[in-house]
């Protein structure tokens, strides 16, 4: 048989045969080494090939078939299908899989597993796994200072982490805490970013809700450019409020750059912006101030655009809590935070 379907069975795996065919053949064909229009074997000669039942070949043809990796054609054979048009994305995607496989296999190797009992304890898990509409989800709401970051953070959560998660502004907060305080029982946790988690512990102080904070952060391309700027470098750092800035500051100065200066900026005062590009030679900025900082600044500035992301050790920190909360019920309230949040949306639209 062809290198490129170098197939390796373990029979005495938890792994079930069909499944190790299927997960292998599958793996070839999204990492290119087995080509569209390839042929692969009749189910015959691969049966014998790994001296398995031809029921189970002929199974796992038929599955990857469904799915759109193989095509089998009467009277000529099984091929590999052509790339679907999302191909390149899904190959992204199997390549970033593949290093969390690996990752894990090492974890596992350490605490003093096989790869072969980690691959059937991982098999396992999937079989008893529950189902999306059957996943605990655990209310909470977040809070942020602006209306952008409340957004795209808010959104980050709920799709990294099993959360029925409401969002208010802080000024929003205030309000409840001041008129409803009561409709906050509802929530397991309050989640912030780590600049306003004091603000809000604070804020609700005597409630007993436990309040999280996480540390949102510059990209990592982002700091290893400034990482190499030289010592003194002026740095504007801005973004469209004042709080947003003052964020960026912080997580630029957490991660130890002392040899640059940070000159500060805001969207909604464009005269702090002319002062800052008067000063800075480099400038970090988020996307919604964007076009107002290329309008302003002078020609060949570099102009780095970073819409920071929360940090991925701290959402991990989150889910580890998550698990250890009680199930609750926290649909009631729920559409008043809503409400709170959007009708001051209104307001500012």
């Known amino acids: 048989m062809d290198d490129a379907m170098d197939l390796r069975l373990n029979r005495k795996s938890q792994l079930p045969i069909h499944a190790q065919l299927k997960a292998q053949l599958s793996h070839l064909i999204q990492a290119g080494q087995l080509a569209p229009g390839a042929q692969l074997p009749t189910v015959r000669q691969l049966a014998g090939f790994l001296r398995i039942n031809r029921n189970t070949v002929s199974k796992v043809f038929a599955e990857l078939e469904r799915e759109g990796y193989l095509s089998c054609e009467p009277g000529r054979g099984t091929f590999v299908s052509p790339p679907k048009a999302e191909a390149g994305a899904r190959s992204q995607?199997?390549?970033?899989?593949?290093?969390?496989?690996?990752?894990?296999?090492?974890?596992?190797?350490?605490?003093?597993?096989?790869p072969a009992e980690f691959a059937g304890a991982l098999y396992a898990r999937a079989q008893t796994a529950p189902t999306p509409d059957r996943i605990h989800k655990v209310p909470a709401l977040f809070v942020e200072c602006n209306r952008p970051q409340l957004k795209s953070f808010s959104a980050e959560l709920e799709k990294a982490l099993p959360l029925r998660l409401d969002s208010l502004l802080i000024t929003d907060l205030e309000r409840m805490a001041r008129k409803a305080p009561r409709a906050l029982q509802q929530y397991a946790l309050i989640i912030t970013t780590f600049f306003h988690a004091h603000e809000i512990q604070r804020l609700l102080a005597g409630t007993g809700i436990e309040v999280v904070g996480l540390l949102a952060e510059a990209s990592l391309e982002t700091l290893m450019r400034l990482t190499a700027l030289s010592e003194g470098t002026k740095v504007g750092v801005a973004c469209n409020e004042w709080t947003g800035t003052e964020n960026v500051k912080l997580s630029i100065q957490n991660a130890g750059l002392k040899h640059i200066r940070l000159v500060p900026g805001c969207g909604q005062d464009p005269e702090s912006l002319r002062r800052m590009l008067k000063e800075a030679s480099v400038v970090v900025c988020s996307s919604l101030v964007e076009e107002k900082i290329r309008t302003l600044a002078p020609e060949g500035m570099e102009i780095i655009?970073?819409?920071?992301?929360?940090?991925?050790?701290?959402?991990?920190?989150?889910?580890?809590?998550?698990?250890?909360?009680p199930a609750r019920d926290g649909g009631r309230g729920r559409a008043k935070a809503r409400r709170a949040s959007s009708g001051r949306e209104e307001k500012a639209s």
């Open 305 to 325: 655009v970073d819409d920071r992301k929360l940090d991925r050790s701290g959402i991990e920190m989150l889910r580890r809590r998550l698990g250890e909360l």
């Open 93 to 114: 995607k199997m390549r970033n899989l593949l290093a969390l496989v690996d990752e894990a296999v090492d974890k596992a190797r350490r605490l003093g597993f096989s």
